[in-house]
């Protein structure tokens, strides 16, 4: 099936031409699509199963299998550089569909996992190019808004996070979007989804950062380009294959922040864009004015094992305990375990405890991308580094405890029946600032 490039545009899903950013070509803008909103007939998705049906076959620059490798030697992850690399790797791979299709106005759709929590029929087609054997047992019938990991509160804040808190940090430390919202979806998917050196190989991968990347879209329009270092914007990103088979060459970051000069939109952005707690203060008052307050960073080398405790300052809880509405509490840490094969396949989880209590701080699967000879990273030699973060909602727990209280986290191992070695931790650490404030 080749599509004619007048009857694909007919539709009205472009109408302006822009530099792509991606070969210096102009090309119409492409409208990404939500894919529970398509059928196996509409054009992106009859375009896609074409391309990967066509790649499948091929056994030069422009198969399925380079697309792969390309993730597995080349890809950032858990670092600042994730979104920008997997942006243009997605940009890059329309560019191919396109071409090898004849769709000129192909655009990856995106799977949003909490507005439509099944996977679309039409990846989960047996008779499909886009159907990969290899998944999970069950997913096709799983609800993913449901699942294990997907109703956590610390996620990205995508109307207040902070550049690092949200994209991660150089040269290693994911950001809140790829090391909860991102990771899941990899492994519940299972199968290739699990490792980046196999999950480009899966469909579901596209359309998975199709998504990915939308988050990051709607970041960006709420907090706009200040945000972002000068010395992050100047980095590069590489190894991607352009519509012709040829090396791309090294990519700047600052080429990546907007999606239009890419030559792509979303025919709507995030609808989640708030997960803060609204504040209520008194009759009248809409916000809190700071007054004052005290900051602590403590950070804790691990003693051997997979496990960590962090105490936390004896005067900060105190301080805690007796708290009001007036009290604002920002806990931001992070933990640090061995980058090496048996932090594969479990899940971070990161927990406050006090008096015989706990409340979870965050729970996140690895995806451990673990360096070969060759690969081109900026980074990925040093430790395997996840966020976490708290507010107010740890009072109720400190409320109800007497004594210390610390934040513990442990590998749990989510494949107990491969009997592995342990997972190795490094390093536990967190700033906790308490702010006082009164409502005006």
């Given at each position: ?94 560019r191919i569909v396109a071409k090898l299709t004849g769709h000129d ?289 740890v009072l109720n727990l400190l409320a109800a405890s007497d004594g ?37």
């Amino acid at each position: 099936m080749r599509m004619n490039r007048r009857a694909a545009l007919a539709g009205g899903a472009a109408a302006a031409i822009v530099g792509t950013g991606v070969a210096g070509a102009q090309t119409p803008v492409r409208i990404r699509k939500g894919a529970g909103g398509l059928t196996a007939s509409s054009d992106d998705v009859v375009a896609f199963a074409e391309a990967v049906r066509i790649m499948k076959r091929r056994r030069d620059a422009l198969s399925w299998d380079r697309q792969t490798q390309i993730h597995h030697r080349a890809s950032q992850h858990n670092n600042g550089l994730f979104l920008p690399w997997h942006r243009q790797q997605l940009a890059h791979f329309e560019r191919i569909v396109a071409k090898l299709t004849g769709h000129d106005a192909f655009a990856m759709p995106y799977w949003d996992w909490q507005e439509h929590r099944f996977l679309p029929a039409w990846i989960t087609d047996r008779n499909s190019p886009l159907y990969e054997r290899e998944r999970a047992r069950g997913v096709e019938t799983l609800d993913f808004a449901a699942a294990r990991w997907a109703e956590s509160p610390y996620t990205a804040k995508l109307a207040s996070d902070g550049f690092e808190t949200f994209c991660g940090k150089l040269p290693e430390g994911a950001g809140m979007v790829e090391g909860y919202g991102h990771n899941h979806i990899h492994q519940l998917m299972g199968g290739a989804m699990r490792h980046p050196r196999t999950s480009a190989r899966d469909p579901m991968f596209w359309l998975h950062h199709s998504n990915v990347d939308r988050v990051w879209a709607t970041w960006h329009g709420l907090s706009g380009k200040a945000l972002y270092p000068a010395e992050w914007t100047a980095l590069t990103v590489t190894g991607f294959v352009d519509a012709d088979g040829g090396e791309a060459g090294a990519l700047p970051v600052v080429g990546t922040l907007e999606t239009r000069p890419l030559g792509y939109e979303y025919d709507r952005l995030y609808p989640f864009p708030v997960f803060n707690v609204i504040e209520q203060g008194p009759p009248g008052a809409t916000r809190r004015v700071p007054t004052g307050g005290q900051s602590w960073t403590v950070r804790v080398a691990a003693s051997g094992g997979g496990r960590m405790t962090l105490t936390l300052p004896d005067e900060a809880v105190a301080r805690m305990r007796e708290a009001d509405d007036t009290l604002m509490i920002a806990g931001e840490g992070a933990v640090a375990y061995a980058r090496e094969a048996a932090l594969e396949d479990r899940s971070l989880e990161i927990s406050m405890t006090a008096g015989g209590r706990e409340r979870s701080l965050g729970s996140s699967p690895t995806f451990v991308h673990i360096p070969e000879a060759g690969d081109g990273h900026h980074g990925h030699r040093g430790p395997y580094v996840m966020p976490f973060r708290f507010g107010e909602e740890v009072l109720n727990l400190l409320a109800a405890s007497d004594g210390p209280a610390a934040v513990t986290v442990f590998a749990e191992d989510l494949a107990p029946e491969l009997a592995r070695p342990g997972a190795r931790a490094e390093w536990i650490e967190l700033t906790l600032t308490l702010t006082e404030t009164r409502w005006a």
